[in-house]
């Protein structure tokens, strides 16, 4: 189980609170993320000039990640992965409070420079791609022996990689013999430093949650207070989270994995026609829709998975006459009893099921005097 944390700047044009100055350069807002795979398990907001680097942060996000996470989750071994910006000592020893591993993007200093070059051409072993392969232009090796680890906690490694940079890539002035060297620490005991520095790789992809989370709502904070902010952000989490629980289970092929704008075109923005009969729900659909057969098989998976069994909920006793109920409190504004209203009963007693939803395919013609479908 692997968790990627991820500092993302929100921009924006106007003032709001707590928008301030980030560490990109823009005026906004600085939300921390945690991610398992495509889902977003955590993640807060803000404010801009929030550091990419804050611990305290880094923690809270994570117990909130793992909130999230099932029982047999916690009882198997999770990794915590980031780029440099959560290696802090702090954050390193809280995971290993609590018996998570860590893979940290690693700064360069001068030291670990000088001994990146001072190592020989056979201290290098070749990198390896996501299915194994040899990496063509990468090496890897471990500067765990030549570099003073003792602040980090015990069984910390230090390995760094080397690669030559893409054609057309620029170079900076610290990489020198056309090379571009990046380092990361783990505390994982595996012999393979390939292996690991393959998996740290990895961490990239959560550079593809970010974006995909931007377009579900949380690249357009609408609101001037920061705690109204606050909440469209964590409904653009559940947004984004219920798109890709959607993709998983129903959808295929490319639909599996586009992003949300292509989604909503294809599978929301087609003229369909909802009809009711016997307390059955169809849906309607174009034929001449590209992606018709798509929502069809979406909605024949969807029809197919396992159904929650609602329990009607006990009705609450009213309060005795003679205790006061504590919940109830005066209207400020009309002096008087707040009503409660009774919740409505469930859509089929004998059963407490919903009405099932079938979708057809058919070709629609309008008729002279309307245009819709």
């Known amino acids: 189980m692997i968790l990627d944390f991820d500092a993302t700047p929100i921009s924006i044009h106007s003032e709001k609170e707590q928008a301030a100055g980030h560490y990109k350069g823009g005026f906004g807002f600085n939300p921390l993320l945690a991610s398992c795979g495509r889902e977003v398990l955590a993640g807060v907001l803000r404010p801009g ?14 117990e909130l990640a793992l909130e999230q996470l099932p029982e047999s989750a916690l009882d198997g071994e999770i990794l915590a992965r980031s780029d440099s910006a959560g290696a802090s000592h702090v954050f390193a020893s809280g995971c290993r409070e609590t018996r998570i591993r860590f893979s940290l993007g690693y700064a360069i200093n001068q030291t670990a420079r000088e001994q990146i070059l001072a190592l020989e051409e056979s201290a290098w072993t ?12 990468a090496w890897v090796t471990e500067l765990t022996e030549t570099i003073n680890l003792d602040s980090w906690p015990q069984g910390t490694r230090l390995i760094c990689r080397r690669e030559r940079p893409h054609p057309g890539a620029q170079l900076s002035f610290t990489d020198l013999d056309g090379h571009r060297f990046q380092c990361f620490i783990t505390d994982q005991d595996d012999r393979d430093i390939a292996a690991l520095e393959a998996m740290h790789r990895q961490h990239a992809e959560v550079e593809d949650r970010v974006k995909t989370l931007k377009a579900s709502g949380a690249g357009h904070l609408p609101f001037q207070a920061f705690q109204p902010n606050a909440a469209w952000f964590e409904l653009a989490l559940l947004a984004h989270d219920i798109t890709v629980w959607t993709q998983q289970l129903l959808l295929d092929g490319e639909h599996a994995i586009s992003e949300p704008k292509r ?8 003229a369909w026609q909802i009809t009711r009969h016997a ?19 979406a909605f024949r998976r969807l029809d197919a998975l396992p159904r929650l069994r609602l329990r009607a909920q006990p009705t609450p006793a009213p309060p005795s006459s003679t205790e006061p109920d504590p919940a109830a409190q005066h209207c400020p504004k009309h002096g008087q009893q707040p009503t409660t209203s009774a919740k409505a009963p469930p859509a ?23 245009t819709s479908p």
């Open 263 to 270: 989604l909503r075109y294809r599978i929301l923005h087609v």
């Open 279 to 297: 307390r059955r729900t169809t849906l309607h659909l174009p034929a001449d829709w590209p992606w018709a057969a798509a929502i069809l098989r």
């Open 348 to 370: 089929n007693p004998s059963t407490h099921e919903p009405a099932r939803t079938t979708a057809t395919s058919q070709r629609t013609h309008p008729k002279p005097s309307d």
């Open 49 to 62: 000039n929030a550091g990419a680097n804050n611990a305290e942060d880094h923690l809270d996000v994570l």
């Open 126 to 137: 070749p990198a390896v791609n996501q299915d194994g392969q040899p990496r063509e232009g």
